[in-house]
């Protein structure tokens, strides 16, 4: 019972990541209906700001970590601004702005190795070390508790934006009908501006955390952003409540299948569910089809 316990924790812990860079995903393919596969550049660079914030600049970490949010958002603006932004006056198809993003993704990983190096850094000790007894059935590191807390926080405040805001209903609007929305006088590029910081927000959270559980190099967003874009797919991409069900149960699914089977098989879990879901669901489980009209 107790090493049940245990697995639950650990998924629950790696599954606010692929949660949190999942909802980005489906936030901007809500809105431009095309995957954004420069997300994860924007992962890293969050890890980047932060470690560099501590290490170089003797920041303490909340005000680091509050930064790196900031600045992550911004990142993924002027992605958007310099990169999507020019195609979609042209007229581009989605599948340029898709090959795009691969561009600015393949762009940042290795602007990082060149300017600086293709290192791995450790964190700083921004934690207490040791680990926190959880009612005896179970033990977490106090990074995995900030992790679920941190999620559940901007997942709430997520909730509360989309539903209860202006710009929040502005966002729902562009993504059921973009002309109607602009012929109701929503700014498509604000609005736009906004998805993308919201995104940049979440991916960074999740980005600066994952780089202290393990390590931040220039190649953290690519694993992890794969699998938080899986995880998007086999929710629903372009459902929010979605991407979070996909995330957790991704990430509950890999620490079951490393805890009970073998850790040899965690990574091919995720990818295994997404194929499984293309060919049986392929609007996810919680997403809904698309009807065309022609």
Do not use: C, W
């Not at 009612?135 to 590191?141: E, F, V």
């Not at 086999?234 to 957790?248: A, N």
């Amino acid at each position: 019972m107790n090493e049940f316990v245990q697995q639950v924790l650990n998924g629950l812990a790696i599954g606010s990541v692929y949660a949190l860079v999942a909802v980005g995903y489906t936030l901007v393919f809500g809105v431009l209906r095309f995957i954004n596969f420069a997300h994860g550049s924007v992962l890293t660079f969050a890890a980047y700001v932060s470690l560099f914030s501590v290490l170089v600049f003797k920041v303490p970490f909340p005000f680091a970590f509050g930064a790196s949010l900031v600045l992550s958002g911004l990142f993924s603006i002027m992605i958007e601004r310099q990169a999507y932004r020019p195609l979609r006056a042209r007229g581009a198809p989605n599948l340029n702005l898709l090959i795009t993003s691969i561009g600015v993704s393949l762009l940042v990983e290795n602007a990082i190795i060149v300017f600086y190096s293709a290192d791995f850094f450790v964190f700083p000790r921004v934690l207490p070390s040791g680990t926190v007894s959880l009612l005896g059935l179970a033990t977490a590191p106090p990074i995995d508790l900030l992790l679920t807390a941190v999620a559940v926080f901007l997942m709430s405040a997520l909730y509360m934006f989309v539903n209860f805001s202006k710009m929040g209903v502005a966002i729902q609007a562009l993504a059921h009908d973009r002309d109607a929305a602009a012929l109701m006088g929503i700014n498509i590029n604000l609005t736009i501006a906004y998805t993308f910081f919201i995104a940049g927000v979440m991916a960074s959270s999740a980005g600066v955390l994952i780089g202290i559980k393990f390590n931040v190099n220039p190649y953290l967003g690519g694993l992890f952003g794969v699998k938080s874009f899986a995880a998007a797919v086999v929710g629903g991409i372009g459902s929010i409540p979605g991407s979070y069900f996909g995330g957790y149960l991704i990430g509950l699914l890999e620490t079951m299948g490393a805890g009970y089977v073998s850790s040899n098989y965690k990574d091919a879990i995720a990818f295994v569910l997404l194929v499984l879901i293309l060919l049986f669901k392929p609007s996810g489980l919680l997403g809904r089809g698309i009807q065309e009209k022609v």
